[in-house]
């Protein structure tokens, strides 16, 4: 089970909640990335592994390159579902396709499709790390190592 909120204001609250969502996106990439990319696998996994730490931080700039390493993912997939319906389709034409496995486009088209929505919402999370201002964040970040939200007053709404 995942701890409740702490008390805070509700403009404060929102990065947490989110936050906590890109870090499980960060860490499913992270595995995943070290088990099938290969050679490439160590240098890859650590754009995921930054933003973990900029999720867990609430820094921007570490949060920008698991966005860069999504839009690249996404990239890879979109190309792999153009060869895959490429490759699908002229195998249809031919009738040597005995033993050999084609790769279903469907399956490349959903993964693009997820990555999208992953994307969007690590971006909303960055954009909402702009807008809060750098004082909440200091707090919010107190608040995770379990401190108290400062009380500013009626001034903050």
């Avoid at 390493?69 to 002229?90: C, I, P």
């Avoid at 790769?103 to 909303?124: A, G």
């Amino acid at each position: 089970n995942r701890p409740p909120l702490p008390p805070a204001p509700a403009h404060a609250r929102a990065p947490i909640a989110v936050s906590r969502t890109v870090r499980c996106f960060c860490m499913i990439d992270f595995i995943l990335t070290l088990l099938n990319v290969g050679d490439w696998r160590v240098l890859l996994s650590v754009l995921p592994a930054a933003g973990y730490y900029g999720a867990v931080s609430y820094q921007r700039g570490w949060v920008m390159a698991y966005i860069i390493f999504l839009f690249v993912k996404t990239l890879a997939y979109v190309v792999l579902l153009l060869n895959s319906a490429d490759e699908h389709g002229t195998a249809a034409e031919s009738e040597d396709t005995e033993g050999r496995q084609r790769s279903n486009p469907f399956w490349y088209l959903l993964s693009v499709m997820l990555n999208m929505w992953i994307t969007h919402y690590v971006l909303r999370f960055y954009t909402l790390l702009k807008q809060v201002p750098q004082e909440d964040l200091d707090a919010v970040r107190s608040l995770e190592r379990g401190g108290e939200f400062p009380d500013r007053g009626a001034a903050r709404v």
